[in-house]
C-alpha cells in the first residue's frame, strides 16, 4: 500500500478482550527515542517524561483527542536496538493488543526502523493489528528556541506523526511504515539517504506478511491467535537475549576467504546468516566455500542469499549464484535487507528446530 498525505513479564498470562467487548479505537503512542525527540545544543534525545507530556498536548491540541501514551521502558538512539528490545515492543504491544486495542502509532529512530518494522510485521501477521512507525530526520522541536519548545517549521517530524496518527486511527490491518508523506508495507521498507527528509522508500508489492492480515478477525480467531502468540513469549523473551544473525557482505575476496568467516560461525548455536552476494546474488565459488556450506547445513544453521542491490533482489539464472541454492543456501528473493533480518530472527526466537525453521520460511515464500 501506498498512502499520500492526508511489558508484560516473560510467561506472563495475559486476558484476551472477550467477545463482548468492544475493541478500543483509541491510538496508543509508543514513544521509543530516536532524532526526533532530540533537542538543545548539543542535540541530546529529551527523557520521555518531559517530552512526552509536550508531545501530547501539542497533538490533541492540534490532531486529535483519541489517543494516549502506552507507557515503554525501551527508549534509546535506535541504532543501540538489540533482539531484546525487539522482543520488547513485541511482547509491550501484545499485552495491550490483548485488552482490546489494535490502532498503534510507535516512534523510533530512522537507523533501524526498517528492521523493527519488518519484524513486528513478522510477529502479527495473521492478526488484524494496525500499527504504524514513524522516525523523523530532523527533531521535533526547534533547537534554537530553548525551552519554549516550539515545533521547528523546518522539520519532518510533525508531518510524519500527523501522517501516522491518521493512518494508526484509520486503522487498516497491517504494520506499515510512513514518511516524508507516503506510507508501505513495513517489510518493503529501506532506508536510502542518511540525510535526506526523503530518507526512505519502499512499495506496494507485498506478499507474506503483508498479505496474512485481517481486517477484522472473528472473536474466535482472535482469540486463538492471542494464546497460540501467548505460548510462545517464554521462549521468545528467553532466545532474544543471546540472538545473533550473522551477516557476511561480499567483496571480492575468494571464495577461501569466505569460507574461513562461515566456518567460524560453526561455534554458534543454530541460527539465521545474512549472505549478501553481488547483483543478482552471485557469489564467489569454490570447492571449501561449497563444503563449508553443506557443514553449516549439517549443523541447523539456515544461510539466505540476499543482494547489496537496493532494488531488484536475487535471482537464480546467472550460473555465478545459482551454485549456492544446491548446498542448502535459500533465495531472499525480492525481500530487502531488512526483511530477511526481521524474518530470520523471528524464526529463530519463534520456533524451536531448524526444521521447524527452514519449513516455516518456505512456507511463508509461499504465500505470494
Same mark, same amino acid.
Request: proline share 4%; net charge neutral; glycine share 6%.
Given at each position: 500500500m501506498t498512502t499520500k498525505k492526508t511489558d508484560e513479564p516473560a510467561g506472563h498470562t495475559l486476558n484476551p478482550a472477550t467477545s463482548d467487548q468492544a475493541t478500543s479505537n483509541k491510538v496508543q503512542l509508543i514513544y521509543a527515542g530516536g532524532t526526533f525527540g532530540s533537542y538543545g545544543k548539543p542535540l541530546s534525545a529529551l527523557p520521555a517524561a518531559t517530552?512526552?507530556?509536550?508531545?501530547?498536548d501539542k497533538v490533541k491540541q492540534n490532531l486529535t483527542s483519541n489517543i494516549e501514551v502506552l507507557e515503554n521502558s525501551c527508549v534509546k538512539d535506535s541504532s543501540q536496538l538489540s533482539p531484546a528490545d525487539f522482543s520488547h515492543f513485541y511482547q509491550l504491544i501484545l499485552s495491550r493488543y490483548t485488552q482490546g486495542y489494535r490502532h498503534f502509532v510507535l516512534i523510533t529512530g530512522t537507523d533501524t526502523l526498517s528492521y523493527l518494522g519488518s519484524?513486528?510485521?513478522?510477529?502479527?501477521?495473521?492478526?488484524?493489528?494496525s500499527l504504524v512507525l514513524t522516525a523523523s530526520m530532523r527533531p521535533l522541536f526547534d533547537a534554537n528556541d530553548i525551552h519554549n519548545y516550539s515545533i521547528d517549521p =523546518? %522539520?519532518?517530524?510533525?508531518? =510524519? &506523526?500527523?501522517?501516522?496518527? #491518521? &493512518?494508526?486511527?484509520?486503522g487498516e490491518a497491517g504494520v506499515f511504515v510512513t514518511f516524508a508523506g507516503e506510507s508501505w508495507p513495513a517489510q518493503t521498507v529501506q532506508k536510502i539517504h542518511s540525510h535526506d527528509?526523503?530518507?526512505?522508500? #519502499?512499495?506496494?508489492?507485498?506478499?507474506?506478511?503483508? =498479505? %496474512?492480515?485481517?481486517?477484522?478477525?472473528?472473536?474466535?480467531?482472535?482469540? =486463538?491467535?492471542?494464546?497460540?502468540?501467548?505460548?510462545?513469549?517464554?521462549?521468545?523473551?528467553?532466545?532474544?537475549?543471546n540472538a545473533v544473525i550473522p551477516t557476511i557482505y561480499c567483496v571480492p575476496n575468494s571464495g577461501e576467504w569466505l569460507s574461513s568467516q562461515l566456518t567460524a560461525l560453526l561455534e554458534l548455536p543454530p541460527t539465521g546468516i545474512i549472505f549478501m552476494g553481488f547483483g543478482a546474488g552471485n557469489i564467489p565459488f569454490s570447492e571449501q &566455500?561449497?563444503?563449508?556450506?553443506?557443514?553449516?547445513?549439517?549443523?541447523?544453521?539456515?544461510?539466505?542469499?540476499?543482494?547489496?542491490?537496493?532494488? #531488484? #533482489?536475487?535471482?537464480?539464472?546467472?550460473?555465478a549464484g545459482s551454485w549456492q541454492y544446491q548446498h542448502h543456501v535459500l533465495s531472499a528473493g525480492r525481500l530487502t535487507v531488512p526483511a530477511v533480518y526481521a524474518r530470520l530472527l523471528w524464526l529463530h526466537l519463534a520456533f524451536d528446530t531448524p526444521a521447524r525453521r527452514r519449513q516455516r520460511w518456505s512456507y511463508s515464500v509461499n504465500k505470494l
Open positions: 517530552f512526552l507530556p509536550l508531545l501530547m519484524f513486528l510485521a513478522e510477529a502479527f501477521a495473521g492478526s488484524d493489528l =523546518n %522539520s519532518d517530524a510533525w508531518d =510524519n &506523526l500527523s501522517e501516522a496518527i #491518521g &493512518l494508526a486511527a484509520h527528509l526523503m530518507a526512505f522508500t #519502499g512499495h506496494a508489492r507485498a506478499g507474506y506478511p503483508a =498479505n %496474512s492480515y485481517v481486517q477484522s478477525l472473528p472473536a474466535a480467531r482472535r482469540k =486463538n491467535w492471542i494464546e497460540d502468540s501467548q505460548a510462545k513469549l517464554a521462549r521468545i523473551t528467553t532466545q532474544a537475549k &566455500l561449497a563444503q563449508s556450506l553443506d557443514k553449516l547445513y549439517k549443523h541447523g544453521h539456515i544461510v539466505v542469499c540476499t543482494t547489496q542491490c537496493p532494488y #531488484g #533482489g536475487v535471482s537464480e539464472a546467472y550460473a
